[in-house]
């Protein structure tokens, strides 16, 4: 009896690890309630199916799932996929009731709702928006047509595209348009440095002409004069200087009054 007493109680208690979530049924009959993680004791003679909580990949171990799909323009494209996932703990009990164990939910669910929400995503876009250089964006659309596939049965976390791969004939394409579009990227530099050079000469024209307008308004007979006078107090002693008068003919002078 003693023997028989310890095994029931050590069958009605059950041990729900770190990340893990329980679901207990007995006799085909599923509780509705979920185990959270801890020690719980239960009906000696029930069952507990333990599902993981945590982020999980798909495919497993850093595995990828390698997907053929077609463009809005019907162009076949092999994509390698992979995403992050998890299991709310709220829902184990009805997936569990519905599907059942953790391994047939990543097979019917996961599986499915990857191959179907890439395809549906895929078929939105066109050859040039899948190898736009912004594969994030790519990513957040298969990530919601994915989502959309899975319902509320999982929760799709995020989608990472590896690689694309086209027919041939698509690449190079691909390759000469971006060729043709680095080209014109180039150009267009080119073009904007010359009118920016262009620009520069026009404004230093205009400050040129400015300068040469105040400078002429300045230049009146008074100041002339004036000038004129300033610059012989600073010529040293027998330098010979023109010396303006009203007919227009100049004259030479040493200074310190002597003539020639």
Same mark, same amino acid.
């Given at each position: 009896?003693?023997?028989?007493?310890?095994?029931?109680?050590?069958?009605? !208690?059950?041990?729900?690890?770190?990340?893990?979530?329980?679901?207990?049924?007995?006799?085909?009959?599923?509780?509705?309630?979920?185990?959270?993680?801890?020690?719980?004791?239960?009906?000696?003679?029930?069952?507990?199916?333990?599902?993981?909580?945590?982020?999980?990949?798909?495919?497993?171990?850093?595995? *990828?799932?390698?997907?053929?799909?077609?463009?809005?323009?019907?162009?076949?494209? %092999?994509?390698?996929?992979?995403?992050?996932?998890?299991?709310?703990?709220?829902?184990?009990?009805?997936?569990?009731?519905?599907?059942?164990?953790?391994?047939?939910?990543?097979?019917?669910?996961?599986?499915?709702?990857?191959?179907?929400?890439?395809?549906?995503?895929?078929?939105?876009?066109?050859?040039?928006?899948?190898?736009?250089?912004?594969?994030?964006?790519?990513?957040?659309?298969?990530?919601?047509?994915?989502?959309?596939?899975?319902?509320?049965?999982?929760?799709?976390?995020? =989608?990472? !595209?590896?690689? *694309?791969?086209?027919?041939?004939?698509?690449?190079?394409?691909?390759?000469?348009?971006?060729?043709?579009?680095?080209? =014109?990227?180039?150009?267009?530099?080119?073009?904007? *440095?010359?009118?920016?050079?262009?620009?520069?000469?026009?404004?230093?024209?205009?400050?040129?002409?400015?300068?040469?307008?105040?400078?002429?308004?300045?230049?009146?007979?008074?100041?002339? %004069?004036?000038?004129? *006078?300033?610059?012989?107090?600073?010529?040293?002693?027998?330098?010979?200087?023109? =010396?303006?008068?009203?007919?227009?003919?100049?004259?030479?002078?040493?200074?310190?009054?002597?003539?020639?």
């Amino acid at each position: 009896m003693a023997v028989g007493v310890l095994l029931a109680f050590l069958n009605a !208690v059950t041990l729900i690890d770190v990340g893990q979530v329980g679901v207990k049924h007995f006799l085909g009959k599923v509780d509705s309630g979920s185990l959270s993680q801890g020690i719980h004791v239960i009906n000696p003679f029930a069952s507990v199916e333990k599902m993981s909580v945590r982020e999980q990949a798909f495919p497993s171990d850093g595995g *990828i799932e390698s997907i053929e799909a077609q463009t809005s323009e019907q162009l076949n494209v %092999t994509l390698e996929v992979s995403l992050l996932y998890r299991i709310d703990p709220a829902k184990a009990p009805g997936l569990f009731q519905r599907i059942g164990t953790e391994r047939e939910i990543k097979n019917r669910i996961v599986l499915n709702s990857v191959r179907n929400g890439t395809r549906d995503a895929i078929a939105t876009k066109s050859i040039n928006e899948i190898f736009s250089p912004n594969r994030r964006e790519l990513a957040d659309a298969m990530r919601q047509a994915i989502q959309a596939k899975a319902g509320d049965r999982i929760e799709v976390i995020e =989608v990472f !595209v590896r690689e *694309i791969q086209a027919p041939a004939r698509v690449r190079e394409a691909i390759e000469v348009k971006l060729q043709r579009e680095q080209q =014109v990227a180039a150009e267009r530099f080119q073009t904007e *440095i010359i009118q920016e050079r262009a620009r520069q000469k026009i404004e230093e024209a205009k400050g040129i002409a400015e300068a040469q307008h105040i400078i002429s308004e300045g230049l009146t007979p008074a100041y002339l %004069t004036f000038h004129y *006078i300033e610059q012989l107090t600073k010529l040293p002693q027998g330098s010979v200087v023109y =010396v303006p008068t009203e007919g227009g003919v100049p004259l030479l002078r040493l200074l310190e009054g002597s003539r020639r």
